[in-house]
């Protein structure tokens, strides 16, 4: 069964911005935490924003504090990032994950996430 599925990728200008979607699962849904993690070419995949579903507290790795937005739309099971000021450095495949019984100190961590989505590519270029 597919728990989560990522939209909203593409090309876009450095200093320009993209919002993605993340569509998830009644089981996802169901969880505690829903993140995003990107990973570039070469790289490991590290951990970008995430958010609790009961009260919105997020979380985000300091390279996209003040440039990406995490939210959610409950009713609907939606999971949105807003990334603005984008740069090349941004560039990557981004995966929506969702955990279950993740806690704050594994918030970070893509080891607290029991579903992946299957990545949609983000790139920055001019």
């Known amino acids: 069964q597919e728990h989560l599925v990522e939209s909203g990728g593409g090309l876009a200008q450095p200093g320009g911005s993209l919002r993605l979607s993340c569509g998830a699962s009644e089981r996802a849904a169901s969880g505690r935490v829903m993140g995003w993690f990107r990973q570039a070419p070469g790289k490991e995949r590290e951990f970008v924003a995430a958010?609790?579903?009961?009260?919105?507290?997020?979380y985000y790795a300091d390279s996209v504090k003040g440039r990406f937005t995490i939210s959610r739309d409950r009713a609907r099971k939606m999971v949105f990032l807003q990334m603005n000021s984008l740069s090349p450095e941004d560039t990557a495949a981004y995966y929506c994950a969702a955990g279950l019984r993740t806690i704050t100190a594994e918030t970070s961590n893509s080891r607290g996430y029991d579903y992946w989505g299957q990545g949609t590519q983000v790139t920055v270029s001019s």
């Open positions: 958010i609790r579903w009961n009260g919105g507290t997020t």
